[in-house]
T-cell receptor, first 114, second 116 residues
């Protein structure tokens, strides 16, 4: 089992460009989420999903879009990248349809916006 | 508004020593307090967690101490080893709620270095 797989691992964008961070999981977890990690800020929740077709906003959703068409995939879209979105992004899953506190994280995607 | 405050930001301990990381929270509705461990280049992984109905939980060399009245909890790593060098995050959640209120709120992280 691969667990939670994130691609790409590294990406450099110019301001205004768009891109999609991919997250795929093979654990059949209903709950999936995206966090960003910044120095001194810890992990902050961007968006989460409790199942296919259901998404909701987290603490810092502005500038990001998500959709959930399958149980396995939860892509994060940046429509017009800004330097403030330079960060390390983590996808995390959880057993069941709610967050039980035990999150399984991917290895992260490091994004730099110039 | 940072609902979970973590300290220190960094910590250096000699091998065999005790590492202590502290967290304080504001929201009295929080009822689940996990600690996550993150090695460089990896995602965080759940290390140990506690509910407020107990004051201490121990798993091997790792212990969580919980003080409900002070709204504080801490991670103690006994006999610290170089392999424990990592970033540690405390977190809190209200598992009795639904939606956004149920989501984990993380502290800012502590970078622990254990010297050989």
């Amino acid at each position: 089992n691969a667990g939670v797989t994130q691609t790409p691992k590294f990406q450099v964008l110019k301001t205004g460009q768009s891109m999609t961070l991919q997250c795929a999981q093979d654990m059949n977890h209903e709950y999936m989420s995206w966090y960003r990690q910044d120095p001194g800020m810890g992990l902050r929740l961007i968006h989460y999903s409790v199942g296919a077709g259901i998404t909701d906003q987290g603490e810092v959703p502005n500038g990001y879009n998500v959709s959930r068409s399958t149980t396995e995939d939860f892509p994060l879209r940046l429509l017009s990248a800004a330097p403030s979105q330079t960060s390390v992004y983590f996808c995390a899953t959880c057993r069941g349809t709610v967050n039980t506190g035990e999150l399984f994280f991917g290895e992260g995607s490091r994004l730099t916006v110039l | 508004q940072q609902q979970v405050k973590q300290s220190p930001q960094s910590l250096i301990v000699q091998k065999g020593g005790i590492s202590i990381i502290n967290c304080a929270y504001e929201n009295t509705a929080f009822d689940y307090f996990p600690w996550y461990q993150q090695f460089p280049g990896k995602g965080p992984a759940l290390l140990i967690a506690i509910r407020p109905d107990v004051s201490e939980k121990k798993e091997g060399r790792f212990t969580i101490s919980f003080n409900k009245s002070a709204k504080q909890f801490s991670l103690h790593i006994m006999d610290s080893q170089p392999g424990d060098s990592a970033t540690y995050f405390c977190a809190a959640s209200n598992l009795r709620s639904s939606g956004s209120a149920r989501q984990l709120t993380f502290g800012s992280g502590t970078q622990l270095t254990v010297l050989p």
